[in-house]
């Protein structure tokens, strides 16, 4: 019988990561919503640098140790050595934080050699980013050691708090007059509140710093570790430098369609987070065909969930970046686009980094996304000439497909590979006809609205107006083209209707009714998961 492997401890994890990326890059758009109209465009360009070079320090000033940190502890745990755990936790900790402070105090310098006399109030402002830079990057190094216990909802609940109270700042303060300071402020004091309350957690878990681990081994492993993670900042984050060569207006346009885009990634995120402790557990625990197993169904459902998303934002580009940004972003909308293609096709990428990671194969994942990000900025270059900003979008996409076809290889030819390609080209398809029908109807259904509403209203009151009607669309096309190919399994649903209590076995049901499954069945099958 064809139980799903996928245990709810997994679910349960990725959910809480997802709740917190979600709650992150949802208020991060609704406030760079409000920026992109107090700002000026080359301010905003100034601001996605300092995004770029906060995210620099966090994921590259660590040296990887924080992945490496991540994986041996939920290692040792899983085999009893919780002495060892909190050896490897402390090590890796206080050996992280020398470069993190190094490459923090270096970036500070460096942007203030570039744009000094571009900041709000140049006398500030630098000593604010350098503050802001150190407490993230701490507390982002700091929080490995409640990932590999698996406590990402306590996690979630301070990140997603602490991003909020910075955000509320920030939104005030700029739009008072206050600029840069203004959002830098907000960072400082809500990233201190996070890492305040991480840190305390930390004394909790782990109690007084033991040293002594292996530094030869952390290193040897995390040096591969720490080109894979900046190859990976580099694929969010590396254009954006490249791109403000040509000035800081292009790094502003494109920074309004890169952040679009990063949202449509929140549920990917979560999984390559969430589910490190749990792949490297299964690996080190029972061998690399249960791996194998976790990796197929977590592709399965990675797939079903975020083909949509991708596909949908997609052929609802404009509207989108209007609501976005503003009308005078409209022009990004292509760039937008080319993109969310590119995320649609490479979804479960994240999720095979996470699992070579998980079998100690960090040097694979550093050639594929260093490969990805070469092949970006020499196509990016090359197209400049002809295609100008849009080329910085096939040059994304070009990254994301590359890094995602690379990891395939590398996980079928060190580890092997299954995978449910049906569920994958049903997916697939199914969200590619909702594209497809969501964009006819955007194209046509504007100017039917226009038609019917006065003269001079404007245009943002007729996207929010068919926005919403047009998602609810996409969704229903896409359900019921799920329900003609038959992507549920009955056994998934029936699991589900093991696991939830009696008073909600009706939402059970209604799952049965909308995937085309009979409820006997599924009831049928939970009895024999029971015996």
């Known amino acids: 019988m064809g139980s799903p492997r996928l245990g709810f401890d997994v679910a349960r994890s990725v959910t809480a990561v ?21 700002l000026s465009v080359d301010e905003m360009g100034l601001y996605a640098l300092l995004l770029v070079a906060l995210n620099l320090v966090a994921y590259g000033g660590n040296l990887g140790l924080k992945k490496i940190m991540v994986r041996l502890i939920s290692s040792h745990r899983a085999v009893g050595e919780f002495e060892r755990m909190k050896r490897v936790f402390w090590t890796s900790l206080l050996i992280g934080l020398i470069p993190i402070i190094v490459f923090t105090i270096g970036t500070t310098f460096f942007l203030i050699y570039l744009y000094h006399f571009m900041f709000t109030t140049p006398s500030v402002d630098p000593y604010l980013f350098l503050i ?18 698996k406590r990402f909802e306590v996690l979630s609940v301070y990140s997603a708090g602490g991003f909020t109270l910075r955000r509320i700042i920030a939104i ?110 299964a690996f080190h625990s029972s061998g690399e065909r249960e791996l194998i197993m976790k990796v ?37 909308a292509p760039l937008f686009m080319v993109i969310a293609i590119g995320v649609w096709i490479s979804a479960t990428s994240t999720l095979y980094q996470s699992a070579l990671i998980a079998a ?25 000439p002809i295609f100008g900003l849009l080329s910085v979008g096939l040059g994304r996409a070009l990254l994301l497909v590359s890094t995602f076809i690379l990891c395939l290889y590398f996980m079928y030819k060190r580890i092997g590979l299954e995978v449910d390609w049906t569920a994958m080209w049903k997916s697939y398809l199914a969200s590619l006809v909702m594209g497809v029908v969501v964009y006819y109807l955007w194209q046509h259904g504007i100017w039917v609205i226009l038609s019917l509403l006065p003269w001079g209203i404007e245009y943002v009151l007729v996207y929010s107006l068919l926005l919403p009607f047009l998602i609810v669309i996409g969704i229903t096309i896409y359900v019921a083209g799920l329900r003609i190919l038959r992507v549920a399994r009955v056994d998934e649903v029936a699991l589900l209707y093991r696991s939830v209590p009696i008073r909600f076995k009706v939402v059970v049901r209604i799952i ?4 085309g499954l009979d409820y006997a069945e599924v009831k049928a099958e939970a009895e024999k998961i029971k015996e």
């Open 360 to 384: 100690g194969l960090t040097k694979e994942v550093m050639y594929a996304t260093a490969v990805g990000t070469l092949l970006e900025i020499v196509l990016f270059v090359g197209l400049t």
């Open 18 to 38: 997802f709740v917190q990326q979600g709650v992150i890059y949802g208020l991060s758009l609704l406030t760079f919503g409000i920026f992109a109209r107090f």
């Open 512 to 515: 049965s009714k909308i995937t």
């Open 132 to 149: 802001a830079t150190l407490i993230f990057a701490t507390r982002f190094h700091l929080s490995g050691g409640m990932e590999g216990l």
């Open 296 to 332: 197929k169904d977590l592709g399965r459902y990675i797939i079903i969930f975020s083909s949509p998303i991708s596909i949908g934002a997609a052929a609802l580009a404009y509207p989108i970046i209007d609501l976005l940004a503003g009308p005078r972003y409209i022009g990004v």
């Open 172 to 281: 005030f303060l700029v739009m008072t007059g206050n600029g840069l300071t203004g959002i830098l402020t907000g960072w400082v004091i809500g990233e201190g509140l996070c890492l305040v309350l991480v840190l305390m957690e930390i004394i909790k878990d782990y109690g007084r710093p033991l040293l002594g681990y292996d530094k030869t081994l952390l290193f040897r492993q995390s040096l591969p570790m720490f080109v894979a993670d900046l190859a990976n900042y580099l694929v969010e984050w590396g254009d954006r430098p490249v791109v403000a060569l040509f000035g800081l207006s292009w790094i502003a346009l494109f920074h309004v369609a890169a952040s679009g885009n990063t949202f449509l990634n929140t549920a990917t995120m979560a999984i390559y987070i969430g589910v490190l402790p749990y792949l490297s557990e």
